[in-house]
């Protein structure tokens, strides 16, 4: 498909300068999922200036006038999907492209049932240390191994210039919890205003800030239904609410006046991740009338955004058993009339601290092939400290093989021709490719080097797991030649 | 349950000695997942004393007469089950106890959709290094960790003698693969005899291994069925196989004498593993052909050992794309009667070597739930190289997650007891039970301890993931007092 097939005719400022050349031409990734940090500097500046000053400039709000803009056939090319297709997708809310017009460094990635399934990865500092520069490597290191979309949770030093720095830099969409830095800003949560909260969020996407987790659906009624659970309110944002609700004896801000989180949004094209708040923090809290109580609301507030023509995605767990995992799915897509869901893992256990993003990576395939469309990692040092950037590297590479599997059990186009790519390289010992076609090139042949490091071995039939003799795929050459001449006499052996 | 209420009458030498006191008292599991390495030393020699020399001494044989066995008794205790229920398992072939007269230091162990999800490590030497002591500390690590039974994989050196040790030291059921040894006897593997083959099978019958792989599945005629694979035939023991009966076009001896096979079996209470040599070994290659018409030929054989009361457990795949796990674990039951399935990950995707744990424990988890009953783990170096004792960690770790999160899945007795309590724990902040009920306490602990390592954050209401100001389970406490007191103020809210 062409990049310029689409029969967009640039009404309302979008689909105009799409002939300022191919950015992207030549760095269409041959296997879709391998995700790499662009060789090239790309700016969609020429696709967005025109947009900017109008009332409405959400992807949502072109797809809805029927225009195809650059950032649909951006999409529909990595996708290997139509554009018109994307457009339609986009439309009905099942699709979203989270594309602040502010943020021009941005390669649109489309997130949905119907594409490839994204995962995220947490960036951000902590209150104590504060280092654009190690922020900005972690942000790459993600990017590299495959990260689609990427949140800054920094909760400390110079947040605003932090995220100025990571936005400028970000190939991938760039989400954030408001809430963080107003809370930041006072003594206590409960010192926040609605209107700190409010000048935050547009502070932010003016920054260009593509998504943002807004914990809309936490209500003063939710609060007594997580009464009897082991584990409370888990989410960082959620327990913030409910406190600052819980304080004030009042109603979330962020519901009553969601008509002004909406204004935000349709003028920078901010995206709405709706947070689930009350997540199960535990496999005994899963399912229970708090989470689901709050995923209604969460599907009110879907149909309110869309009369907007504003771009949601919901929020899901957390922590599920694995036989849950799949209604979870489900579910959502039910009470949410189909908008994306944005899963945290689940995990699927909560006994192996230390080793979540593996727990979490299971819940995660099984939701990515009930049909969530973007998986947000878990690290191995989840409930027990900051990820660094080793623990970045494992959670990314986790996720990566769930999104992966799941589309490949969805039969997503292309995506298991990456395996089979990589089993015929195996099968014929060429190491090098095989290294080459791997999730983690350097960890694979780092692993293999380990016992047999020389040059040799490299075109060697065998490593070191079986050695030469007891090697399966050494020993399937006498089984070929028989097979190729011998299989008559097979026929009437037994 | 006592560990003496069985009505137990002692016929055939089974069921005896039961009053010679409770070794296993005391160590009764207060979480049925961790298994630990037993603190004292156990021998059943009492039970099995008097069964030695009898025509058949298999655990199905007794149940099928109607005797509960101490085996029986102490494989109820560990399940929190029933021991008639246990009996009338084994005699339906549902569930194994593979239990050797001539491993006396075996704790046993029950293995079947009705107990709890197994899992089990494979070691052993290679080639090159032959290390008694290095293979005695990787059975002890993999116990430690909660393997439930060991494969002795050893193909060099002194493999009688390390298995000797191996077998005397292990609580656990100690499995084998008896080609390679016949394959190590011998310059090219087409040498092997039938009748070398036998003997080495019964050598190691004699000396107390629990169960065998044997590829008693693996014909003639479905070599063909492999022509058009991407990776042809992946298992070591069914490439020997193939590679022998297409260099001799010759039937497989194993097929052909499997009634000798049986009858070394009966003698000892040797449990057949019916393995897979035609499992796919890439995602193109899942569920094809050659895969079911081995796993045909493995029901047939199923009940002709039944039909002389030999256990028997069902080897299954390898790599599978995630939405074909369930199908396969279903078509397994029904092929194969209802006899217990022991897979082999699967992997739900080729492109991670160097996180084949991960890639397999999620497969593992979908099979688990689905009915597996044996977890045949893999470790990261699969596909690139031997595994040293690190990968046996991980890989233990990354399986015993698959097999609790099947078991909750399963909902079976007291598996989700564990979750809830490490969660009310990690709830209350109290971080050494946190750590001390973790799968890997000492990672977990590890982990915490990188960024906060004074006593004091052992009862801080934080860690270093969000610090005190953003921790969600700390402002819950505002919650619960707003709970406790305000929630008629919260009803009128909205």
């Known amino acids: 498909m062409s990049c310029c097939e689409h029969d967009s005719n640039g009404h309302n400022g979008a689909g105009h300068h799409h002939d300022q050349g191919h950015p992207h031409r030549g760095e269409h990734e041959v296997f879709p999922i391998q995700s790499l940090w662009p060789k090239q500097k790309f700016s969609r500046e020429a696709w967005v200036a025109p947009r900017r000053g109008r009332e409405n400039v959400t992807q949502m709000h072109y797809a809805r006038k029927g225009i195809i803009t650059e950032e649909m056939v ?92 990571i936005v400028d830099a970000s190939p991938v969409p760039i989400g954030t919890v408001p809430i963080y830095q107003a809370v930041q800003k006072v003594k206590k949560p409960e010192d926040v205003t ?18 943002v987790t807004v914990h809309c659906g936490v209500l003063l009624q939710h609060l007594p239904l997580t009464a009897k659970r082991i584990t409370g309110i888990v989410s960082r944002g959620g327990s913030l609410h409910a406190a600052w609700m819980a304080v004030h004896h009042k109603q979330n801000p962020l519901y009553e006046q969601f008509d002004r989180l909406l204004d935000i949004c349709k003028r920078y094209d901010l995206t709405l991740s709706l947070g689930d708040g009350l997540r199960p923090g535990c496999l005994a809290d899963a399912n229970d009338e708090a989470q ?42 039910e009470e949410c009339h189909g908008a994306p869901f944005y899963v945290l893992g689940p995990l699927v256990t909560d006994v192996a601290p230390g080793y979540d993003h593996i727990t979490s990576a299971i819940g995660a395939t099984a939701a990515g092939t009930a049909g969530a469309a973007l998986l947000c990692y878990v690290t191995p040092k989840e409930h027990l400290g900051l990820p ?68 040799y071995f490299k075109s060697a039939e065998f490593c070191s797991m079986c050695g030469p ?17 011998g299989s008559q006499v097979a026929a009437g052996a037994k």
Chains 1, 2 share one sequence.
């Open 469 to 485: 003799k007891f090697c399966s795929m050494h020993l399937n050459r006498l089984v070929e030649e028989y097979n190729a001449g």
């Open 194 to 211: 609605p209107d700190l909260l409010f000048e935050v969020i547009e502070y932010q996407a003016k920054q260009g800030v593509d998504y």
């Open 292 to 333: 689901f109580a709050e995923l209604k609301t969460l599907g009110e507030l879907t149909l309110r955004a869309w009369e907007e023509d504003v771009q949601v995605m919901i929020e899901g767990p957390g922590h599920v058993p694995f036989h849950l995992v799949a209604y979870n799915v489900e579910r959502q897509i």
């Open 388 to 455: 660094n950037e080793a623990d970045v590297h494992q959670g990314v590479i986790a996720y990566k093989i769930a999104a992966h599997a799941a589309d490949v059990a969805r039969n997503r186009p292309g995506a298991r021709d990456w395996d089979d790519e990589l089993s015929r390289a195996r099968y014929a010992f060429d190491w090098k490719k095989q290294f080459a076609l791997s999730m983690d090139p350097e960890t694979a042949q780092a692993m293999h080097d380990e016992t047999l490091p020389a040059e």
């Open 74 to 165: 951006f999409v529909a090319e990595r996708e290997r999907l139509g554009a018109e297709f994307i457009r339609a997708e986009v439309a009905s809310g099942r699709m979203i492209i989270p594309a602040n017009i502010n943020h021009t460094s941005l390669r649109p990635t489309g997130i949905g049932i119907n594409a490839r399934c994204k995962i995220n990865a947490n960036i951000g500092n902590s209150a104590v240390t504060s280092n654009i520069e190690k922020e900005l490597e972690k942000l790459k290191r993600a990017v590299k191994f495959g990260a689609d979309t990427c949140m800054d949770l920094s909760t400390g030093g110079n947040i605003n210039e932090i995220r100025r720095a």
